[in-house]
């Protein structure tokens, strides 16, 4: 009866099986392949079939044809490849990014023409499952002859041939790591016969098996398996050097553009990891004599863990890309390639990478090692800096000279050591290959960066902000100017993204190889700089003299005045010192600046004053200098001082370009300059170009000072801009149906998911009528909702919070009086959406414990009923002290 009831339910799952399998696949299907499971992909909705487009708008790559071929109920992904028809027909357009977010292919599916076919091939028989890429998984086998579900394969009926033929239908490279339940552990069904490939099959189903079934497989026993990704690098002397390539079908080259420099070493390093080399010294695109085909990587999917081919789609181009990895050693968990726990593997002792011991390594070893990794020179070496391990360790001693090219080429103890204290695993910090030339001094001139060779910068409308970036990276002090220098004729140049060097990434993991005329040249301070303020013209005060140490040192209050102040804010290329007071920005411990500045006031570097012969040895505590100094923006030519042509200055005072701004930005504008709301932004067009600052209103309207957000332009176009400050600036705040509690004083403000939420905006009642704006912003979108003001407010109702809700939100307040349009905008509050469920849990728990703590009570006050009559007088008068009467 057992036994009937099991295959009653094998049957009853294998039919859901089924049914779900049909469900998934009626509305996709691959056509004119060799199986099923290869073709022109097809898509039914609406009850018509279409083909499914390939273009450079749907972007589909293998992350995405592993989700159709789930749904086709095949194996994994193998390759994505455009099928060109002769003329346009009617297709299905899917994009990429839908497919990714779950949704279902016909809901992503949107009408179209195009004579670009997708075409799709599968794995029909075998898949990895639960792996970090399609090349690594647990595997999974099915035979439409013997059943329709998939297996997994017992470790025992499975060896190294037959990995070589799974690896191979799956597109992936040779095996590397064969090991049981190693993705993890399944229940039945197992596959029932031993495999006997001789390593040359097509397919695993091709192979010859045992005749006899197994009935068991031990737990822990469910075949795991990990292939090599199909990548690597040819036309060099080395294997980690050379054009890259990747298998996906055939092997072709990746694709880099001459004039979209997407490829830097911080991506490139991705691809080293993937190739089992070291870290990424160089990156550039090759141009090749024809167009030819390639593979374009989407490098975002990279960065977030997924493998090259994944990431790759078929294209064109004349550029190829280059690549050149460290063969032997690299640097690990540190802040950049240039910093880590240091590795090192060889070839002829082990496959392994292996850290070396503190006790086997100097500075010349070292000079060696920041050489090869194309790095600057070393600053420190230090054991356990970037973490400890567990074996395998190097265990010989390196003996280098200093002028090697690469560590192995150094001789090497004879003897080996088999043992390294815990924490002296070499942890080494190279200095960045970055470098000012052509200026009045180190910290000023042309930006140069070293990757293969020393080239210098183009412009690229770098402003303050990156800039600052850089003079850290320099050890200069603070961004003073960024300017242009433009050449005769193009030359091989580092393109830098900005927003990579933000992120906090070392300029040379940031820059990519590229041809332009266009030079950024950069001054910094020398030797001093603000830290931890709200702009570049504040915070705490540090300066640094390379005659007498190498570090930054703050300076005592008791050590600094308002002449010194102004010599600073000179240095720094702000305005006026407005503030100075100490620990406004934050206390330190040593070391503290040791003499006192005695400036006059008129010196252009605070190092040029006199300062005392006797050293301070001591400095209150709250005491280092905090400084704010004016933002250098003023209004030029109008009525009054808060008004006229905007000017700011930035190594020299220029005029701002007109370039659409709106009464958004001049309200920041008008704020900075202490002028009230903003009344008018106008347009003043010049005779011929001149040079202005062109402002990222991006980076405005984010916070940042205008000078930080000014790169330098040339246009006829000048902006004109009035102040006013006849409106007040309107209050925000906020409420929920939970609390009912107005948070107008706090800057952030939580809601329950689900809950009823309002934003009200209030002014003072200075005109009547006007008009609220509500203005919302978050990393993936932005929102205005408008209502008139009643009674000199307005309240704006959200039914339910949703996570899209959390962001920023101001208030903007409109008002037409005196033939003007005036508008103010009030300060930002941020809200956050939390989940009620933990809430919910922890009521509850709470609920649970007091019914516990009264129900011991309970139990107790009955125990002591009958106790003697002194206990229980106690008992009465603990009770009585309480406040509850004693029980009768």
């Not at 033929?165 to 069904?189: F, I, K, M, N």
């Not at 075949?223 to 050379?242: H, I, K, Q």
């Not at 252009?604 to 301070?616: E, F, I, Q, T």
Request: proline share 3%.
């Amino acid at each position: 009866m057992d036994h009937l009831l099991v295959l009653l339910l094998l049957l009853w799952s294998s039919g859901l099986q089924a049914e779900e399998n049909h469900k998934s696949t009626e509305s996709v299907k691959l056509v004119g392949g060799d199986s099923r499971c290869a073709g022109a992909m097809e898509l039914k909705r609406q009850g018509d079939w279409r083909p499914v487009e390939f273009s450079r708008w749907t972007k589909w790559d293998l992350r995405d044809a592993a989700i159709a071929c789930r749904q086709l109920d095949c194996g994994s992904a193998v390759s994505v490849g455009m099928r060109e028809d002769s003329s346009e027909r009617s297709v299905w357009r899917i994009r990429s990014d839908c497919v990714q977010s779950g949704s279902a292919l016909r809901e992503c599916a949107r009408p179209g023409s195009s004579s670009s076919v997708l075409d799709l091939t599968c794995s029909d028989s075998v898949r990895l499952v639960n792996g970090t890429s399609l090349c690594s998984g647990r595997l999974e086998v099915k035979s439409n002859h013997s059943n329709q579900w998939w297996s997994s394969v017992c470790e025992a009926d499975f060896d190294q041939q037959d990995a070589e033929v799974v690896c191979r239908e799956l597109g992936c490279g040779a095996p590397s790591v064969l090991q049981g339940a190693l993705y993890g552990e399944v229940e039945d069904p197992m596959w029932t016969k031993e495999f006997q490939c001789g390593g040359t099959e097509s397919a695993l189903l091709d192979c010859r098996s045992s005749g006899s079934d197994r009935n068991t497989c031990s737990p822990g026993k469910a075949v795991g398996l990990t292939c090599s990704e199909p990548v690597r690098l040819v036309g060099r002397d080395s294997r980690c050097a050379g054009t890259l390539e990747v298998n996906q079908g055939d092997w072709k080259p990746v694709g880099a553009s001459g004039h979209d420099p997407s490829w830097n070493l911080k991506r490139a390093n991705f691809a080293c990891r993937e190739l089992d080399c070291g870290s990424a010294v160089s990156a550039g695109p090759r141009e090749q004599p024809d167009v030819r085909s390639v593979w374009w990587i989407n490098y975002n999917y990279v960065q977030s863990g997924s493998a090259l081919r994944e990431c790759a789609r078929p294209g064109t181009s004349h550029f190829t890309l280059d690549l050149t990895c460290s063969d032997s050693v690299r640097l690990v968990n540190g802040t950049s390639l240039c910093s880590g726990r240091l590795e090192v593997k060889s070839n002829h002792s082990n496959q392994w990478w292996s850290s070396v011991c503190e006790a086997d390594f100097d500075q010349q070893d070292a000079e060696v090692v920041c050489r090869e990794l194309g790095c600057g020179a070393p600053s420190v070496l230090q054991g356990a800096l970037y973490g400890e391990v567990e074996d395998h360790m190097w265990t010989k001693e390196f003996q280098c000279g200093g002028t090697e090219s690469a560590l192995l080429d150094c001789r090497s103890s004879g003897s080996d050591r088999n043992t390294c204290s815990p924490g002296k695993a070499v942890g080494l910090t190279c200095s960045e290959p970055v470098r000012l030339v052509g200026g009045d001094s180190r910290c000023a001139g042309t930006l140069e960066v070293k990757q293969g060779d020393w080239r210098q910068v183009e412009y690229a409308g770098w402003i303050l902000r990156e800039a600052s970036a850089a003079c850290r990276q320099l050890d200069c002090g603070s961004a003073v100017s960024v300017g242009r220098r433009d050449v005769f004729s193009d030359r091989s140049v580092l393109w830098i993204k900005s927003h990579c060097v933000e992120s906090g990434s070392a300029l040379r993991e940031c820059a990519m190889p590229f041809s332009s005329s266009s030079i950024l040249d950069l001054t910094c301070s020398d030797s001093v700089r603000l830290v931890n303020g709200t702009s570049l013209c504040s915070g705490r005060l540090e300066v640094k003299s390379s005659q007498s140490n190498q570090w930054w040192s703050s300076v005592c209050e008791a050590d600094f005045d308002q002449q010194d102040a102004e010599v600073v804010c000179r240095e720094l290329r702000c305005g006026a010192p407005s503030v100075l007071q100490g620990a406004l920005y934050g206390e330190v411990e040593d070391p503290m600046w040791t003499k006192e500045f005695q400036c006059g006031g008129t010196e252009s570097a605070v190092l040029d004053c006199r300062s005392s012969g006797s050293d301070r040895n001591t400095c209150s505590p709250g005491k280092a200098v905090g400084l704010t100094c004016s933002e250098p923006v003023r209004l030029v030519g109008g009525d009054s001082r808060c008004a006229g042509k905007l000017e700011v200055y930035h190594g020299d005072w220029r005029p701002v370009e007109y370039s659409y701004w709106t009464l958004r930005e001049a309200a920041i504008v008008c704020r900075q300059l202490d002028c009230g709301s903003a009344v008018s932004v106008g347009r003043r067009d010049e005779s011929s170009d001149r040079s202005v600052w062109w402002i990222r209103t991006d980076c405005v309207r984010s916070g940042f000072a205008l000078r930080e957000c000014a790169a330098s332009h040339s246009s006829n176009s000048i902006l004109d801009l009035t102040c006013s400050d006849l409106l007040l600036q309107p209050n925000i705040s906020a409420s929920s149906s939970v609390d009912g509690v107005s948070e107008a004083q706090q800057q952030g403000f939580q809601v329950l998911r689900g809950s009823t939420f309002t934003i009200s905006c209030s002014t003072q009642p200075q005109y009547p009528g006007g008009s609220f704006q509500l203005t919302f912003t978050s990393s993936t979108s932005a929102l205005n909702y408008t209502q008139p003001a009643v009674n000199h407010s307005a309240h704006f109702l959200f039914p339910a919070a949703e996570p899209a809700h959390q962001g920023s939100y101001s208030c903007v307040y409109h008002v037409y009086v005196f033939s003007h349009d005036f508008f103010s905008e009030s300060r930002l509050i941020s809200l956050t959406v939390a989940d009620p469920k933990p809430l919910i849990i922890g009521v509850v728990v709470l609920v649970l414990i007091l019914l516990l703590v009264t129900t011991g009570l309970y139990f107790y006050c009955k125990a002591t009923r009958g106790q003697n009559p002194v206990r229980r007088m106690n008992t009465e008068l603990v009770y009585y002290k309480m406040g509850v009467p004693a029980a009768e």
